[in-house]
């Protein structure tokens, strides 16, 4: 009976589970450790497991690991399907005054900001494995991939702000806020004005 809740909570949650919603569900988190060891189940992190038969979403281990961090520049681009590479390490901002541990085990760049920046633009999107992610909009990121001192490569940003150009319902409005808090509105006007 419980293996059966716990399948069921692994097929509503796309074959990843955690510890914490096994609880909730009234399952015994006891039978997590008895299906990994019996290979039926995978621990990916602390209190994180996944059907090993099914995708693995790095990035949504990553956004659970990592609650406060928020995916962005290139990272964001990705999950915004403005360019066409999956990164080689996945980038975060993090508030300025949190130093989250253990991070340097995993493919991630840290950026840590101003709080009155960092929830500036969040908003949630599908991950490729289909779970929920918090990233910045994509207004907010052609204005990250242009103020930061590491600023993306030529070729991203041309990329990037040609899907821009190309989107129908664009929020120019919205891109124009963000560039004047970001101090990149010279630099957003003139890719503007060459593509639209």
């Known amino acids: 009976m419980q293996a059966e809740m716990l399948n069921k909570l692994l097929k509503v949650n796309n074959g990843q589970v955690t510890r914490q919603q096994v609880e909730q569900s009234g399952i015994d988190p006891h039978l997590l450790s008895t299906l990994t060891r019996d290979g039926r189940l995978e621990r990916v992190d602390r209190g994180v497991y996944i059907d090993p ?49 253990v991070i340097d085990r995993y493919p991630v760049k840290v950026y840590r900001q101003k709080l009155e920046w960092q929830e500036l633009g969040v908003e949630e999107v ?4 289909q779970h929920l992610v918090r990233t910045y ?12 001192r590491d600023a993306s490569d030529a070729e991203t940003i041309k990329q990037a702000m040609v899907s821009f150009s190309k989107i129908k319902n664009k929020k120019l409005h919205r891109l124009s806020g963000h560039a004047d808090i970001f101090k990149v509105k010279d630099k957003i006007r003139a890719y503007m004005e060459v593509l639209l």
């Open 53 to 101: 038969a099914i995708f693995e979403d790095d990035m949504y281990i990553l956004q659970y690991r990592f609650s406060k961090g928020i995916f962005f520049k290139d990272t964001a681009l990705y999950l915004h399907h403005m360019i066409d590479r999956t990164p080689g390490m996945y980038e975060m901002s993090f508030p300025q005054n949190y130093h989250p541990t």
């Open 137 to 148: 909009n994509i207004e907010r990121t052609l204005c990250d991939i242009l103020r930061t």
């Open 126 to 129: 599908l991950s490729p494995g």
